[in-house]
């Protein structure tokens, strides 16, 4: 017989559950399940407060087990307690409270369901993981301080500043960290975001809150500023428009007062934003940077083999080396080219060699060459990527910040789509057509030696090619 144990709840608590138990069949899952999803809350003189995570398990409670769990509370109380069930959300309730108590009525399906839901609250997605993502020379300081901020969110970094190419793995790396913090401590409130959705949600809000509808713009600063770890995205979209700019940095500031962990990623270093200002420039600087730089080949050859023994494919060692030495650039292009052989090959009945991998592969890059481009949407790119618009490309402001934009675009719409100098003169307000070809040698001669331009390159026709 356990002590008189009222003073301590959570014994208490504990000792009702292993009577509990006691009394139970070997598969009376449903009741373990059902207070799997129930907590004390409080003991008073008179009562025991219990919470449910939602209305079917109180119901379920207070109808089918309400007898038994009054028994064996008065049993060990050694005196009549009324029993009162209410439905919280375990995330609301005090530290130690959600704790649960045991693991006998947690059963393992329970937790990682638990996991699984509050990972897709935090808009995460379960594919991205430490244990899928393969580290080498390009990302190791990267994966470093993602994994040690995993740890100890809000300890020891903060805030990181992750910066790449496209496809690189920033996306990657920043879900494994809100997924794995969320497996270590599902009670954690992490917010994975990204700079446009940012953007969006703060446009909204202001606009429904003018019109005084539901999502107002204190709604939104609670949403983000609430949280134990911010994970933002591709933070470049959110930089350049000055209100969007504005709130972020106060949110950034609340956060960063509270010690709240944050993790940023970016297509270029802090210093490259040159319309930022200098206090928030600082300000991302002032935790730790780090960038992940394109995959040499054997880190291609790794990646590739990590993907084939997770996808149980058979695919020859010397096929992987052939795409790993074709495919270059970045890794979502290697696994797009990879993906492209083995199901081109596997759907044809073809033997999966390298000259039947050469062929497919031929194919995919000749379609992708085919894919129909405008100067419009050339422009888009541009200015999404330059945080521009598209009015000052086309004015006539001779800024820098506007002046390189409108020579990459000039740059651009003659490579990808040769259209006529006089044309896209037209096309960008009305320029000369000897301005055009200007801009467009400018460009090209600097693409040549300016690593920053060649990638700023890059990024745009990424961004031109992405659906
Ligand atoms: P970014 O956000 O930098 O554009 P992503 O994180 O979206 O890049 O990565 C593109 C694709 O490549 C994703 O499918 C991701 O899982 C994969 N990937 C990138 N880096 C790695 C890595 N080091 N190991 C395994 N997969 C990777
Ligand atoms: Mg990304």
């Avoid at 446009?196 to 107002?216: R, V």
Wanted: glycine residues 4%.
């Amino acid at each position: 017989m356990p002590p008189n144990t009222l003073e301590n709840p959570k014994e208490f608590w504990k000792a009702v559950l292993g009577e509990i138990e006691l009394e139970l069949s070997p598969n009376s899952v449903v009741l373990k399940s059902i207070l799997g999803r129930t907590r004390l809350d409080s003991i008073s003189e008179d009562s025991v407060a219990l919470v449910c995570d939602d209305e079917f398990v109180k119901k379920n409670l207070e109808k089918k087990h309400h007898s038994l769990l009054s028994s064996t509370i008065k049993k060990l109380a050694k005196k009549d307690m009324r029993l009162e069930i209410s439905v919280k959300r375990f995330q609301e309730m005090k530290a130690v409270e959600k704790e649960p108590l045991g693991p006998l009525f947690q059963p393992e399906r329970d937790i990682s369901q638990l996991i699984k839901e509050k990972q897709q609250k935090s808009n995460l997605s379960p594919r991205f993981t430490f244990e899928n993502y393969v580290m080498g020379k390009n990302n190791n300081l990267a994966y470093a301080i993602a994994t040690a901020v995993s740890e100890r969110p809000g300890e020891l970094y903060n805030p990181v500043f992750i910066y790449s190419g496209v496809g690189l793995g920033k996306t990657h790396l920043l879900q494994a960290i809100g997924n794995q913090i969320i497996k270590n401590k599902p009670g954690t409130k992490v917010i994975y975001t990204t700079g446009e959705t940012f953007t969006n949600e703060l446009i909204d809000a202001i606009q429904s809150g003018k019109g005084k509808g539901k999502y107002t713009t204190n709604e939104f600063r609670n949403k983000f500023r609430k949280v134990d770890v911010f994970l933002i995205d591709d933070v470049q979209f959110v930089i350049g428009k000055e209100s969007t700019q504005e709130e972020f940095f106060h949110t950034f500031n609340a956060l960063y007062m509270d010690q709240k962990q944050i993790v940023i990623t970016s297509d270029r270093p802090p210093k490259d934003f040159t319309n930022l200002e200098e206090r928030v420039t600082s300000r991302f600087s002032s935790g730790i940077i780090a960038d992940i730089q394109p995959p040499d080949i054997e880190m291609r050859v790794a990646i590739l083999r990590a993907r084939r023994d997770q996808d149980r494919d058979p695919m020859p060692n010397e096929v992987i080396d052939f795409i790993a030495e074709k495919i270059t650039s970045n890794v979502r292009e290697l696994e797009g080219a990879y993906t492209q052989v083995i199901t081109q090959l596997q759907t044809k009945g073809l033997e999966l060699s390298i000259e039947n991998a050469a062929i497919a592969l031929n194919q995919s890059i000749r379609e992708k060459a085919q894919k129909n481009v405008n100067i419009n949407e050339i422009l888009k790119a541009v200015c999404t990527y330059y945080s521009v618009k598209a009015a000052d490309l086309k004015g006539e402001r001779r800024t820098k910040e506007i002046v390189i934009p409108r020579q990459v675009a000039m740059f651009l719409m003659k490579e990808i789509t040769s259209t006529p100098y006089m044309t896209i003169g037209d096309f960008l307000g009305g320029r000369d057509h000897t301005t055009i070809m200007y801009g467009v040698e400018k460009i090209s001669e600097e693409a040549k030696h300016l690593e920053k331009t060649k990638q700023d390159i890059v990024n745009v026709k990424q961004l031109i090619y992405a659906e």
